[in-house]
């Protein structure tokens, strides 16, 4: 059974950060292509950033780029999210994903449609 669980979220002033972690077991960890998405209240759940099995390739929302890092430990089954410069905006349920083994690269499919698994979230709230 595939289990996601994130960590690290909380309350942050406008312009701090903050290191996601997502703790993942029961998958081949370093063959599935690994992301984050995230959900405001009201919102449908977004794209933030995803990352290559292989490591090569990262993707991120326009939103987020130069200011998100995405990134995994494959000998740790980990994956993170280094959060700069958060802004009100950034506000939401944070959540890890997984695609299936050598899935479809987020390049070419970033919809949360297509993810099979899931974390359960964890929230980040940024203060003004």
């Known amino acids: 059974q595939v289990q996601l669980v994130e960590s690290g979220g909380g309350l942050v002033q406008a312009g701090g950060s903050l290191r996601l972690s997502c703790a993942a077991s029961?998958?081949?960890?370093?063959?599935?292509?690994m992301g984050w998405f995230r959900q405001a209240p009201g919102k449908e759940r977004e794209f933030v950033g995803g990352i290559s099995w292989s490591m090569s390739s990262t993707y991120y929302s326009d939103s987020v780029k130069g200011r998100f890092t995405i990134s995994r430990d494959n000998a740790k089954n980990t994956l993170y999210l280094q959060m700069n410069t958060l802004k009100p905006e950034d506000t939401a349920v944070y959540y890890c994903?997984?695609?299936?083994?050598?899935?479809?690269?987020?390049?070419?499919?970033?919809?949360?449609?297509?993810?099979?698994?899931w974390g359960q979230g964890t929230q980040v709230t940024v203060s003004s």
């Open positions: 994903a997984a695609k299936r083994r050598y899935g479809t690269s987020w390049g070419v499919q970033k919809s949360a449609e297509f993810v099979p698994y």
């Open positions: 029961g998958l081949a960890f370093s063959s599935n292509p």
